[in-house]
């Protein structure tokens, strides 16, 4: 390596254009945000273990995760015994998908939920002539 591409890359490091390599410190405990993100704003000195490979340790524990949940037709998650996604219930979608951690049961489970418990499936829980004054 050359003088000038030693420049170069010191000039392309302080602009924060070159890899980062943050502080690694095994035995302590891993950098969540950095583990998150791949970014720590505290740089050198943050106290926390930031592994070269962050890949390695995060995806057996989101595999782990995504294995113990069941997908429903529509690829959304069915947590059965969890709270029901509110969104899901008001609309049928659901913009979190399968990472919801709510569930998110079928459409003709809900309907049946909703014919024992004597309410509404409208939106906004208004009945035909709901809302009217009788005469």
Not at 34 to 54: L, S, V
Not at 90 to 95: E, N
Not at 113 to 134: D, H, L, N, W, Y
Request: aromatic share 8%.
């Amino acid at each position: 390596m050359t003088n000038q591409e030693t420049t170069a890359q010191a000039w392309f490091t302080q602009l924060g254009l070159g890899p980062t390599i943050y502080p690694q410190r095994p035995g302590q405990m891993e950098c969540d945000f950095y583990m998150k993100t791949g970014i720590c704003k505290f740089g050198e000195r943050c106290k926390y273990h930031h592994p070269i490979d962050r890949s390695a340790h995060a995806l057996p524990a989101k595999e782990a995760q995504q294995q113990n949940v069941k997908l429903s037709l529509a690829g959304l998650p069915r947590r059965e015994g969890a709270v029901n996604c509110p969104y899901y219930m008001k609309t049928g979608t659901c913009k979190y998908g399968a990472t919801c951690k709510f569930d998110h049961p079928p459409p003709g489970e809900v309907m049946a939920m909703a014919a024992t418990q004597g309410t509404s499936t409208s939106i906004g829980g208004e009945g035909i002539g709901a809302g009217k004054a009788q005469e």
